[in-house]
């Protein structure tokens, strides 16, 4: 058998996924006295982490000088549900002031206070305000001062690289198998240590924010492959406020920036509905109490004109929204020339965040598998079955940073760097197997797929749906092995796609098996055959994948809170339970 040419590239530390928490690893890493090699499917410039708008958590007490770092890890664990895994919060809310600093030196230019201080506004569920922003376009802020920092380093980073494989024998990753998508060349990266952080899974729902080529669930895939174990794959935050038309967009996030400088929320009968939900709080609730009086003013009848609600902040000057949400009121007049200060939006709840993903130590963000580490939504842990708004930008620097320490330090450990000949033929042989013709394309059934999911594993779940789900997914398999895929002059697009898919339907199926196992409704999760939340589901649903291709259910008790962390917990008001909300 002739060998299959490729490149090789070696470092010390590899890199998969080039947006903030990827970029913030390796920063870390090459800080550490290591080399290291960061390849991304999307270009640099233009990854996930632009999406993030309105702002990143960090208790400076600026605004508010009550907040602390306790009131943020009790505010992220109430919102969670108490499935948050404790030290991860711990660690976010005492390690963010620092990095959100260390950022804004880097260039992420924070809006400031007359005092020069990072000014701070409010998120939905949040006790005070600590909020750090830049207008609405946070993430991509952070994005652009992470970029210059690794090019100040020096460090080397490779666009158009789709993995196919984490290179992985007896349990120790020793890097990864990609092609270039535009010329299909592939590469064995060879590294120490690995660093996955390539996303969630949330654009396998039909309205979605996410965009399309992004978080289709590879990360999980390649997770699963390699012996990792995922954990609360059924928690997906559906956040509130989503675009409506026109439909080649629908779901395209509207941050909600907008409704923490003020916006009201108003059905189509002209009525701001909040205060039926949430008295106290009003728009500035939970995300999945937002979203879940959305979908039922919606589901209802009293939904607007093109089956939305209405998000209006016209009440506020126009200078005002476009100091504070530059961004929208540009997307908006883009896309449908609505000018936002004269006229409400139409919203509806959307696919918006991976709650769940690939287990970690929650200090180290080692995988269980030697040599593999994990950072940003591809993980779970942090976020419970409720991301708190403004958390996932602080987790992207704070372990990132984390992640990029240990496995540098892992890489100045080692003797000898480890490889696999046989591992490396796998790989070839695993991309070789879809160079094919077929009778089915990738697109139609990538579509399939987001159809299967919004309506049968959507914001409002029974057991009825998810188990039409299984069996239409079961369908989607057989017709991923008919796929036709010929590479040509254009590019490899065919074979991302073919990757993608198969990809989307394994985190598909563990998303719907882990929302079977959860037979109550408890944050982002809501059931209609189980409204009630119960204590026999204070657990994390896990996934492993075994040999036979087969995903395996299992369960693991929650990690105890410290006598300390608990008395902040009990000391803060809890969130009203959703009991009862699905029958009015």
């Given at each position: 058998m002739n060998a299959v040419r490729h490149k090789t590239n070696i470092s010390n530390v590899l890199v998969i996924g080039s947006g903030g928490a990827g970029l913030r690893a390796a920063i870390e890493a090459k800080l550490s006295g290591v080399e290291v090699t960061v390849i991304g499917k999307r270009k640099k410039e233009d990854v996930h982490t632009v999406l993030a708008a309105g702002g990143i958590n960090a208790s400076f007490g600026n605004v508010d000088p009550k907040d602390s770092w306790q009131q943020h890890f009790a505010d992220t664990m109430i919102e969670g549900y108490h499935l948050s895994e404790p030290k991860m919060v711990e660690l976010m809310a005492k390690e963010a002031p620092g990095l959100v600093e260390e950022i804004d030196q880097w260039g992420a230019n924070f809006a400031k206070l007359e005092n020069g201080k990072i000014d701070q506004r409010y998120f939905g569920a949040h006790t005070y305000r600590r909020t750090c922003y830049s207008g609405d376009y946070t993430g991509r802020s952070i994005l652009k001062a992470l970029i210059k920092k690794a090019k100040e380093l020096k460090i080397p980073i490779y666009d158009s690289q789709y993995v196919t494989e984490l290179l992985v024998h007896n349990n120790l990753c020793f890097g990864a198998m990609a092609f270039d998508i535009n010329n299909g060349e592939r590469t064995v990266f060879l590294a120490d240590s690995t660093i996955l952080a390539a996303g969630g899974h949330t654009r396998i729902w039909r309205k979605s924010s996410s965009r399309r080529n992004e978080n289709s669930g590879d990360a999980f895939y390649l997770g699963l492959k390699a012996g990792c174990k995922l954990k609360d794959m059924e928690l997906v935050q559906f956040h509130p406020t989503g675009m409506v038309v026109p439909e080649e967009i629908a779901g395209t996030l509207v941050t909600e920036a907008v409704r923490g400088e003020g916006g009201h929320l108003i059905n189509g009968k002209g009525e701001r509905y909040m205060a039926k939900y949430d008295a106290d709080r009003m728009e500035l609730s939970t995300r999945d109490?937002?979203?879940?009086?959305?979908?039922?003013?919606?589901?209802?009848?009293?939904?607007?004109?093109?089956?939305?609600?209405?998000?209006?902040?016209?009440?506020?000057?126009?200078?005002?929204?476009?100091?504070?949400?530059?961004?929208?009121?540009?997307?908006?007049?883009?896309?449908?020339?609505?000018?936002i200060s004269k006229e409400p939006m139409e919203v509806a709840p959307t696919a918006h965040y991976s709650m769940g993903g690939i287990e970690v130590d929650p200090e180290t963000h080692n995988t269980g598998v030697e040599g593999l580490f994990a950072a940003g939504e591809c993980t779970g842990g942090l976020h419970g079955a409720n991301r708190l708004g403004g958390n996932s930008l602080a987790e992207i620097l704070i372990f990132g940073k984390r992640a990029g320490h240990h496995a540098s330090q892992r890489s100045l450990s080692l003797d000898i760097q480890y490889r696999s000949k046989q591992v490396i033929r796998e790989a070839h042989a695993n991309i070789d197997r879809f160079l094919k013709h077929g009778d089915q394309v990738a697109r139609p059934l990538q579509r399939e797929l987001r159809n299967i999911m919004w309506e049968h594993c959507g914001v409002v779940r029974t057991e009825d749906k998810l188990e039409e789900g299984l069996r239409r997914i079961e369908k989607l398999k057989i017709s991923v092995k008919l796929l036709d895929v010929r590479p040509d002059s254009e590019g490899f697009e065919d074979l991302m796609l073919a990757f993608d898919l198969e990809g989307a339907i394994m985190a598909a199926e563990a998303t719907i098996l882990g929302a079977k196992a959860r037979k109550e409704s408890r944050g982002a999760h809501q059931r209609a055959d189980y409204i009630d939340t119960h204590k026999e589901h204070e657990v994390n649903y896990t996934i492993r994948l075994e040999a036979n291709r087969k995903l395996v259910l299992g369960k693991e008790k929650l990690k105890p809170l410290t006598d300390e962390l608990r008395s902040l917990v009990d000391d803060t008001d809890e969130i009203t339970d959703f009991e009862g909300m699905l029958l009015e």
């Open positions: 109490r937002v979203a879940m009086a959305n979908y039922l003013e919606i589901a209802e009848g009293r939904g607007s004109k093109n089956g939305g609600v209405y998000l209006d902040i016209s009440h506020k000057s126009k200078e005002f929204i476009i100091q504070k949400l530059p961004r929208m009121y540009r997307q908006f007049l883009d896309t449908l020339m609505l000018d």
